[in-house]
Structure formats: structure tokens, C-alpha cells
């Protein structure tokens, strides 16, 4: 009897070894890419916007936002928005300044004129009458040509996002995920790894999906691009509280799409409001004095979160947390739209790190 039982415990513990080999419990990592999507900066220092870190000394944003701890900078691009912010020579022009302070640089393709979400991925207006032979070359020509741009100034990308939260695909209706069907798709994110890897091997090809409110939707994408052979180096999700849900969902979501597909995660954007004021005419993305329970919209509700954020990816073995916009303080002239982008105001006035008048929020940290 006492054999029996021996037997059985050992094989218990040996069941419970493997399903540990199997599933990880996740290694607090340090956070490395410590980033900021500083994307509507240029305009915003173009118009005269004034930055002040925590002491009330005016300095340029990139050195306070160091000053708290970043380093990585995220920009987006657009193919030729109306705007003429945010294409390819403002994005060259600003990577010089980012890498005259050492830090690193991602490029975030949204293959669009303008904005590209999960709710909209449009085609740029020279791509619109393409199929899906074409925007192959299309990704490929364009992302190549980018990258090597910046290669030849001495601003190599460290990283690139091939898309933006392309939850059910981007380059509508043509690379748009259909009856989960991921082939076109698939096609378009292998021109832009080939693309980014011809330019410089060591740029990290990143996939970002905003697929951290649910941890069945991001296996549903990410095992469908895996299916098909995509290739890519991190992982990226968004997180929101007030569209994604808890922090115990995000650690879920990170903890198993790290060990899952076996590469790192970052959450690629996050951001929370300092206030539930509006300083424009413009209607804020996110209002309310608590959008997130146990947050209010405070200086230290926002400072407060994002180190809540910061904490739940590190526990869950992410090695990046990027903030979104957090320059983005409202500024006549630097609106929403970039088809209108004098005539409209800014949705994310309440979202950054600045106040109204520039000044930083003195509790913000990134930290490792």
C-alpha cells in the first residue's frame, strides 16, 4: 500500500513539473524600453509650446522627459498626411534629435494617411486602387525606403511596429482578416519584416495589436499569424484601463503571449488623465473625475497608474512600457485632425504629462 501511494505521489509531482515546464510562472523582468510616443511634438514646439520640468525650468521635452526616466522614443508615420506632420522627412528630421541624446527609436508604420486603429485602417490615398500583389511591393518599397533613409543619416531604427493595432488587420478591405482568414495579411507583415531586415538586421520587427483586454482575442491573432509564418521579434500590445479592463487581465495577457510565442512583450502605448477638465473646444477621448476605479483624474491618479502599469507588465516579464502622447498638451493650431489640423482641437489635453501651461506632472516615472 505504502508503494502505491509512494508511486502516485511521485507521479503527481512529475505531472505537476512538466505542466511547470509548460507554463512558467512569469519572471519579473526589467523594464528596458522605457518609451514615450512623443509623435505630435514637432508641431507643438513649431507653434511655440513651452516645456517645464518638475523645478519650473524650461528645457527642451526629450531632456525632461529623460529626466523621468525615459529612454526610447516612439514615432509614428504616415504616408502623406494633409498635415505635412508626422511623414517621412518630419520623421527624419526629429530621429536626429532623438539619437543626439542616446535614446532609442521606434518607427510605428501605420501604412495610412492618418490614423490607423482597430477601428479604421485605411490605405494611403497612392495605394487605394492596389490589391494585394501590389501593397506587397507597396509595404516592402515603402517600409524599406524609410529605414534606409534613416540608416544613412545615422538614425538606424532600433525597432519597427509593421502596423498599428491591426487587430483584425490593416490595409482595408484588402488585408483585412476575414472569416479568420489571416493569408493577406500574413503576405503584407512578411514584406514588412523582409523590408526591415534587408535595411538592418538588427532592427527588431515589432507587432502590436491592442488585444490586451482579452486574452482569447490576442491568441486568436497571434496564433493566426504564427499559422502562417509570420515572423517577428516582440510582441506589442495597448493598454487602456478605461477600454481594456483590470491590470490582473493584462498580466494574463502578457504573461502568455510571452511564454506562448516565445518573444518579449512590450505594451507598445498606455496613458491616463491628470484632470477631467477640458482645455479646448474639443471634446477629451476620455472624461470623468474617476475613469478607473481607484484612479482619480489627478496628478497623482495618473502618476499612480502609469506606475501600476509599469509594475503589472514588469511582474508579468514585459520589458517595455511605452506612454502615449504625453507631450500632447493642448496647443492652438495642433489639432486632431490632420486633415484640419488648425481648424480642429486636441482630444488628449487631459491625457499628458503636461499641463496646460507645459509644466510636467512632478510624480511621472519610468522606471526599470
Known amino acids: 500500500m505504502l508503494g502505491h501511494r509512494l508511486c502516485r505521489l511521485l507521479l503527481a509531482l512529475a505531472t505537476l513539473l512538466a505542466?511547470?515546464?509548460?507554463?512558467?510562472?512569469?519572471?519579473?523582468?526589467?523594464?528596458?524600453m522605457r518609451g514615450a510616443d512623443v509623435s505630435s511634438v514637432q508641431r507643438s514646439l513649431d507653434l511655440g509650446a513651452r516645456y517645464y520640468n518638475a523645478a519650473g525650468t524650461a528645457a527642451d521635452p526629450l531632456d525632461i522627459l529623460t529626466g523621468a526616466g525615459v529612454n526610447y522614443v516612439r514615432l509614428r508615420i504616415w504616408n502623406n498626411p494633409a498635415s505635412g506632420y508626422n511623414n517621412k522627412a518630419k520623421v527624419l528630421a526629429y530621429a536626429k534629435q532623438v539619437k543626439a541624446r542616446g535614446l532609442g527609436l521606434m518607427i510605428d508604420f501605420h501604412y495610412s494617411d492618418t490614423w490607423a486603429d482597430p477601428g479604421k485602417q485605411f490605405k494611403p490615398a497612392a495605394w487605394a486602387s492596389h490589391g494585394i500583389a501590389q501593397l506587397q511591393t507597396d509595404v516592402y518599397n515603402y517600409t524599406y525606403d524609410v529605414c534606409t533613409s534613416l540608416k544613412a543619416q545615422g538614425t538606424t531604427p532600433d525597432s519597427v511596429q509593421i502596423g498599428?493595432?491591426?487587430?483584425?488587420?490593416?490595409?482595408?478591405?484588402?488585408?483585412?482578416?476575414?472569416?479568420?482568414?489571416?493569408?493577406?495579411?500574413?503576405?503584407?507583415l512578411k514584406a514588412g519584416y523582409n523590408a526591415t531586415k534587408a535595411c538592418n538586421s538588427g532592427?527588431?520587427?515589432?507587432?502590436?495589436?491592442?488585444?490586451?483586454?482579452?486574452?482569447?482575442?490576442?491568441?486568436?491573432?497571434?496564433d493566426g499569424i504564427r499559422a502562417k509564418g509570420v515572423p517577428w521579434d516582440l510582441t506589442a500590445l495597448s493598454y487602456y484601463c478605461m477600454w481594456h479592463g483590470s491590470l490582473t487581465t493584462l498580466y494574463n495577457v502578457i504573461s502568455d503571449v510571452r511564454t506562448r510565442y516565445g518573444k518579449p512583450v512590450i505594451v507598445a502605448e498606455t496613458a491616463y488623465p491628470f484632470t477631467s477638465a477640458n482645455a479646448d473646444s474639443e471634446a477629451n477621448v476620455i472624461g470623468g473625475s474617476t475613469p478607473?476605479?481607484?484612479?482619480?483624474?489627478?496628478?497623482?491618479?495618473?502618476?499612480?497608474?502609469?506606475?501600476?502599469?509599469?509594475n503589472t507588465?514588469?511582474?508579468?516579464?514585459?520589458?517595455?512600457?511605452?506612454?502615449?502622447?504625453?507631450?500632447?498638451?493642448?496647443?492652438?493650431g495642433n489639432g486632431w485632425d490632420p486633415a484640419n489640423i488648425n481648424g480642429t482641437g486636441?482630444?488628449?489635453?487631459?491625457?499628458?504629462?503636461?499641463?496646460?501651461t507645459g509644466g510636467i506632472n512632478p510624480s511621472i516615472r519610468w522606471t526599470p
Not at 517595455?320 to 507631450?327: M, R
Not at 488628449?348 to 503636461?354: E, G, L, R, S, T
Request: proline content about 4%; glycine content about 6%; overall charge negative.
Open 313 to 332: 507588465a514588469r511582474n508579468a516579464g514585459a520589458i517595455g512600457v511605452f506612454y502615449w502622447e504625453p507631450t500632447w498638451y493642448a496647443i492652438q
Open 164 to 188: 498599428n493595432e491591426i487587430n483584425v488587420g490593416m490595409l482595408w478591405n484588402d488585408g483585412k482578416v476575414v472569416n479568420n482568414d489571416f493569408t493577406n495579411l500574413s503576405l503584407l
Open 19 to 32: 505542466a511547470m515546464a509548460l507554463n512558467p510562472a512569469p519572471a519579473a523582468a526589467a523594464i528596458t
Open 203 to 222: 532592427t527588431q520587427v515589432i507587432i502590436h495589436t491592442a488585444n490586451a483586454d482579452s486574452l482569447a482575442n490576442a491568441r486568436w491573432f497571434y
Open 346 to 356: 486636441n482630444q488628449w489635453d487631459n491625457m499628458a504629462v503636461f499641463n496646460w
Open 292 to 310: 478607473c476605479s481607484g484612479y482619480p483624474a489627478t496628478w497623482a491618479g495618473q502618476a499612480t497608474n502609469f506606475t501600476h502599469v509599469q
